[in-house]
């Protein structure tokens, strides 16, 4: 579910166009990304493990102001991506099947994604999310493979160096690798899964790292294309989604027309798979929230999945945010989510250091020195990330 989810399009682009820009210089970006992930995940994970409490309750117990912030966030937050995500999906699906238009095929994706996470059924959610993730796997890492890396700029690549201008191209790249709210989300899912107390620790852990090899094989097969097919024969892609189908044309005009196509397929994946993971995963902390906010206890129905609060915020992402998909976005709204999102990464580090170090969790599950210096770094690196993220969306 982490490797479904936080791995969109979006995502893709920065790394291709990073690979794009400046080869294999910004490799170790992505490992740097995955390693902070791998930390922040670990910590929502064990909180929930270790106290029997989601990390909205967690959060709670750190003062209001939290509600202040997250509130809003993850309401505009719906709004703004359900149309983003329905885009994403639109866009492959046009190109595969040209008889309809990229807006009618994202809103038909939207209603499918909708339908499968409906009734709350996280086993067959799971098994959609991992054929998709099968899919987006074999076609992007064969891209990879098909343009014959070369692997002494590779291993050079892991080397840390910023290319000149290459800042704002590193930052994408290793904050975006892995997902943002969907990182919080982790608890709910491993929930869903049936693992609720510290006997599962071990089994998270595992669960968490291998998540994010598979992702990071997955964000170095695509720096790999982009250095290989687009860095050494100077073509640019676009930004946004629209750079996979840019890619998906190079692809074809090197190898094949199959192999353009089979690309979109991967692309669609992608895209298709972040759109139900949020579907599911951030409805369930949603109604996590809004059941807290009404004192509801934690069995209570209404705060688990295909309760009244997870299936409005499903709504929520998927009916209003058509109109957006038809009319386009206002500049205020994309300014409140550039705004919020911006300091969503440093919310869940900082708030992650406060729960893991204090009496809120059983002594043997706090942090030690190792994790707290992991993790004030990745606060450090998310802040600098934050400051760039608001002066983009304010310009």
């Known amino acids: 579910m982490v490797a479904a989810t936080g791995v969109g399009a979006a995502d893709l682009v920065a790394t291709l166009i990073a690979g794009q820009k400046y080869g294999y210089a910004l490799l170790w970006a992505v490992v740097v990304g995955c390693l902070m992930k791998i930390v922040l995940v670990e910590g929502a994970g064990r909180y929930s493990l270790a106290t029997g409490k989601t990390i909205y309750e967690g959060w709670s117990t750190l003062g209001t102001w939290t509600h202040i912030y997250f509130v809003p966030y993850i309401v505009v937050w719906g709004f703004v991506y359900g149309a983003a995500a329905m885009a994403g999906t639109g866009l492959p699906l046009h190109s595969l099947f040209p008889f309809l238009s990229v807006k009618v095929w994202g809103i038909a994706c939207g209603l499918i994604g909708l339908a499968l996470v409906w009734m709350g059924r996280y086993s067959l959610f799971e098994k959609i999310c991992a054929a ?18 070369n692997l002494g700029e590779l291993v050079a690549g892991l080397v840390p160096t910023i290319p000149e201008g290459g800042v704002v191209n590193m930052l994408a790249v290793g904050g975006g690798v892995g997902g943002t709210i969907t990182l919080a989300a982790y608890g709910y899912w491993i929930r869903e899964k049936g693992w609720t107390d510290e006997r599962s620790m071990g089994v998270m852990r595992l669960d968490n790292r291998v998540a994010y090899l598979v992702t990071g094989i997955f964000v170095v097969a695509t720096l790999i294309v982009g250095a290989e097919l687009l860095y050494s024969a100077r073509i640019a892609v676009s930004t946004g989604d629209q750079g996979l189908l840019d890619l998906s044309g190079v692809l074809a005009d090197r190898y094949g027309e199959w192999f353009g196509k089979l690309f979109l397929v991967g692309f669609f994946s992608a895209a298709m798979s972040s759109l139900i993971g949020v579907w599911n995963g951030v409805s369930l902390m949603f109604a996590d929230l809004v059941g807290h906010l009404k004192g509801l206890s934690q069995d209570d129905p209404e705060r688990r999945a295909g309760g009244k609060w997870y299936r409005a915020y499903i709504l929520w992402l998927t009916i209003p945010p058509i109109v957006l998909v038809m009319f386009g976005r206002p500049v205020w709204l994309i300014l409140a989510y550039g705004v919020l999102g911006a300091f ?13 170090n204090t009496d809120r969790v059983p002594a043997r599950w706090r942090n030690g020195w190792w994790s707290n210096l992991l993790m004030v770094l990745c606060a450090a690196a998310f802040v600098w990330l934050a400051a760039t993220e608001i002066q983009k969306a304010i310009s």
């Open 132 to 149: 998709l993730v099968a899919l987006m796997f074999v076609t992007m890492v064969g891209a990879a493979i098909r343009t014959l890396p």
């Open 344 to 356: 969503f990464m440093p919310f869940l580090a900082v708030t992650l250091l406060w729960l893991l």
